[in-house]
């Protein structure tokens, strides 16, 4: 079961070299040999320690729709010596952006994707202390039922057909889902299929087809749910793509 290609899929990822001031994730160690990555999600680099800044990037990465992103602690910490793949990857990105030969750019988005789901892989192995996303895709049980609507989010779902993916009883799925995701599986679900209305809308796809795509019964329906989420009509995002 793979739990973070729709994600990747889904939200476009792009990370390229950036100055301390406008980078949020960065590579500390020693001249030549980083020690550590630490990401700041949702906002710039806040450093305390005292190690040398060998790698400065921005990563972009859906903003506040990608439930993914928003899921994650407000400072990541990977630790590079006991992750030795990792960190030669981490050392090819740093020659690439410090030699700015052709394509390097390309090369430092490439690795940077690679980096970043090695960096997402750790922390959902991690689990989390708060209840998300995290949370959610590290319980064995439940990331089944999670990647079963992340890739057939247009698929008429109910809590049983749910649970039955899960391997658990209705109860006990219902209970165990809000528990760690701060949701009910209608409500995530609900929200999972307004993003991806969001950006379907904003590519320029018509309203009564992003309906019947996720399931609405009807495009007033639809309508009526986007604007209480986003504030705005969805035909107002289709005139932006």
């Known amino acids: ?44 680099v806040q450093l ?3 190690k040398t800044v060998l790698l400065s990037v ?6 506040g729709h990608n439930p993914l992103v928003a899921a994650l602690p407000s400072c990541v910490d990977f630790d590079l010596t006991t992750h030795h793949e990792t960190r030669d990857l981490v050392q090819v990105m740093l020659a690439e952006s410090t030699a700015r030969r052709c394509g390097a750019q390309s090369v430092v988005n ?6 970043m789901v090695r960096l997402l892989r750790s922390q959902i192995e991690l689990g989390a202390t708060e209840p998300g996303l995290l949370a959610g895709l590290a319980d064995p049980r439940l990331s089944r039922a ?4 992340h ?15 899960a391997g658990l009883s209705l109860s006990r799925f219902s209970e165990l889902f809000t528990a760690e995701i701060g949701e009910t599986p209608m409500g995530y ?3 999972w299929r307004l993003t991806l209305a969001y950006q379907d809308l904003v590519r320029g796809d018509r309203v009564e087809a992003v309906a019947r795509r996720y399931a609405y019964a009807s495009p007033e329906g ?11 009509a969805p035909v107002s995002l289709r005139a932006l793509g």
């Not at 490439?110 to 980096?115: I, P, Q």
């Open 1 to 44: 079961m793979d739990r973070l290609t729709t994600l990747m899929e889904r939200f476009k990822l792009s990370v390229h070299p950036a100055p301390l001031s406008q980078a949020n994730l960065v590579a500390l160690g020693d001249p030549g040999s980083p020690s550590c990555l630490v990401f700041f999600p949702r906002g710039q």
């Open 189 to 191: 679900l609900r929200r």
């Open 58 to 63: 921005r990563v972009d990465w859906g903003a």
């Open 146 to 149: 999670i990647v079963a609507l």
């Open 151 to 165: 890739d057939h989010p247009g698929r008429v779902w109910s809590n049983g057909d749910l649970a039955a993916e």
């Open 222 to 232: 639809f309508t009526r749910a986007f604007r209480k989420a986003y504030g705005v």
């Open 48 to 50: 305390t320690s005292e």
């Open 110 to 115: 490439r690795l940077g994707e690679v980096l």
